[in-house]
C-alpha cells in the first residue's frame, strides 16, 4: 500500500492550495480517508476526514476553510486549502483507515503517507 501527498509549497496568507494524495495498494473506494498535520515540536493533529460515502468531519481550526473531497474512480483524496493562515505551516499528512472508527484518533489510521510541507508567510 502506498499513500502518496503533494501539493505543498510555499504560500501567503489568505492564500490557497491544493493537496492531493495519490492510493495504490489497496480499494480505495471501502476506506475513510483521513488529513492530518503536524508542525515542529508539536504532535500530530486531526484535519478531517471523509468516509467511503464521501461524508466528511473536520477539526474546528480548518471548519469553513479546508474542504475534504475524494475521487475513488483515480484513487485519490484532496484537501483544499483556503484563506490559509500562519498557524496553518505544517506538514500535512493523508491517511486511511478500513472502518468508521474515531476519525480524530491517529492511532485508527492504517496506512500513512510521507507528509507534504505546507508553509504560510504572513
Known amino acids: 500500500v502506498q499513500l502518496q501527498a503533494s501539493g505543498g509549497g510555499l504560500v501567503q496568507a489568505g492564500g490557497s492550495l491544493r493537496l492531493s494524495c495519490a492510493a495504490s495498494?489497496?480499494?480505495?473506494?471501502?476506506?475513510?480517508m483521513g488529513w492530518f498535520r503536524q508542525a515542529p515540536g508539536k504532535e500530530r493533529e486531526f484535519v478531517g476526514a471523509i468516509t467511503w460515502s464521501g461524508s466528511s468531519v473536520y477539526a474546528d481550526s480548518v471548519k469553513g476553510r479546508f474542504p475534504i473531497s475524494r475521487d475513488n474512480p483515480k484513487n485519490t483524496l484532496y484537501l483544499q486549502m483556503n484563506s490559509l493562515k500562519p498557524e496553518d505551516t505544517a506538514v500535512y499528512y493523508c491517511?486511511?483507515?478500513?472502518?468508521?472508527?474515531?476519525?480524530?484518533?491517529?492511532?485508527?489510521?492504517?496506512?500513512w503517507g510521507q507528509g507534504t510541507q505546507v508553509t504560510v508567510s504572513s
Open positions: 495498494g489497496l480499494t480505495f473506494s471501502r476506506y475513510t
Open positions: 491517511a486511511a483507515q478500513l472502518g468508521l472508527s474515531d476519525y480524530e484518533s491517529p492511532t485508527n489510521y492504517v496506512y
